[in-house]
Structures are given as structure tokens and as C-alpha cells.
């Protein structure tokens, strides 16, 4: 009997823990909803939105691990685009980190950045923002719900 109340004594402290840390991390940041992105550069935060971000065409192929090929045809704004919109010059940048809602995430280039027609965030038909870099072999760098972006300086 009195096994069980130890093992019932951790699992409420450690469910304790648990509930403090989630509080603690939501606590401190803006909960990023789907369609919106959050660009963090050192300690400057910026937020957009779908309409800021499908501002043009973007037609291309990505291919996958496989070696299949994925069309896509929507409205998006190259990455370089999006940073100098809130004051950010991308060819300043060293490294951008994407990350979706579940923290997957994806690195590019200040100079992929730089490369016409490479790097850009589309708006999909759900309301949500995908980064696409076209011209890779495997498109594990296709970030689908982007949530946030943040900026390395070089």
C-alpha cells in the first residue's frame, strides 16, 4: 500500500512539473495562430499574416526523397521579400531557422536567400504557410504551418 502512494506522489509532482513548465514557456511568448508567422531577430518580433504574404505567383517543383515530383502553384512572397518588409536586409542575414506549429523546422541561407526565385513562403488554400526551396534534391526543407522564423545576423 505504501509503494502506491509513492508512485502516486510522483506522478502528481510530476504532473505538477509538467502544468509549471507549459505556463512558464506560454507565459512569456505570443501563441502564434495558424496563418500567422512570427520573425524574431535578436530581440525584435515581428507578426504576419496570410494577406502579407501572398503577394505574387510561385510556380515550381519540388522533389521528394523518392525522387517524385510535387507541383506547386500558389500565392507567396520570396523570403527575402518578407524580411526587408519588416526592416530586415537579407543580405545581412546569416542563417533563418523555420519552424511549423509542431517544431519541425529547416535552415537557409543568408546566400539562398539571395538566389532569385529559391526561397519562398506560399499561402495554401487552408490558410496556412509553407516555405518551399525549390532547386533541392529532396524537399525535406518544405516546412508546412510555419509558425516562426528566426533570424541569425551574420
Known sequence: MKQKKIILLIILILAAVVALLMILRLTGDRIVEQGQVEIIRQEQKWYLGETDIAKVPVKGELVNGKGERVSIDAKGSTMADVL?????????????????????????????????????????????ITLVVFGDSNSKRKVKEVARIEVDPK
Do not use: C, F, H
Open 84 to 128: 526587408t518588409s519588416v526592416g530586415i536586409d537579407p543580405a545581412e542575414v546569416g542563417i533563418v531557422k523555420i519552424y511549423a506549429q509542431d517544431e519541425y523546422s529547416a535552415e537557409v541561407s543568408g546566400e539562398e536567400l539571395l538566389e532569385e526565385g529559391k526561397v519562398y513562403l506560399i499561402s495554401g488554400e487552408d490558410g496556412t
